[in-house]
């Protein structure tokens, strides 16, 4: 009986480990630039850039109370580059808003991500989509004041350019 017990549990066991290792699913955390069969990342250097990539004219905006690009209806473009920069955008608020935030980019040239922040700098909701072209926020703003777009790269290993597009209802 005792062995049988054991013997049984191993089998469970198996089972468990055999369904946490099965690896014919698509990657959750698949990343551009990841070699998969190792799980590592290359060096910022060999990541894919744009060559004919332009300066971002918006900067500096690294912060959001001191140098945050004023943004109204329309749209921006910017760079994230190199890889730890962040970039803000500032738009202010009269009276309650819709608001939808469109980041446009290309996934495959590095994954960028956005959030948006209330007039304290705390953020509401963020857009962080894995294996997508762009990343869609929309948000119901109760308080006049300033608001604020964060675009950044993911863990702060990317560049990228990206138009970002504010819509205020
Ligand atoms: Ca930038
Ligand atoms: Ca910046």
């Not at 007039?119 to 948000?139: A, M």
């Amino acid at each position: 009986m005792r062995t049988a017990g054991v013997s049984g549990l191993v089998g469970l066991l198996s089972a468990a480990c055999s369904l946490a290792l099965d690896f014919d699913g698509p990657l959750l955390d698949a990343r551009p630039g990841v070699d998969s069969a190792t799980n590592t990342m290359p060096t910022i250097d060999a990541l894919p850039r744009r060559p004919d990539a332009a300066p971002d004219l918006n900067e500096p905006n690294d912060s959001p109370a001191a140098s945050a690009t004023p943004i109204a209806m329309g749209s921006l473009s910017g760079r994230i580059d190199p890889a730890e920069d962040v970039d803000y955008f500032r738009f202010t608020l009269a009276a309650p808003a819709h608001v939808t935030i469109v980041l446009k980019y290309h996934w495959l040239d590095g994954d960028i991500d956005v959030e948006l922040l209330d007039t304290k700098y705390k953020r509401l909701t963020q857009g962080v989509g894995l294996e997508t072209d762009d990343e869609v926020i929309e948000w119901d703003l109760a308080d006049s004041g300033d608001y604020f777009i964060k675009v950044f790269s993911y863990q702060m290993i990317f560049t990228n350019g990206y138009t970002v597009q504010l819509t205020i209802l």
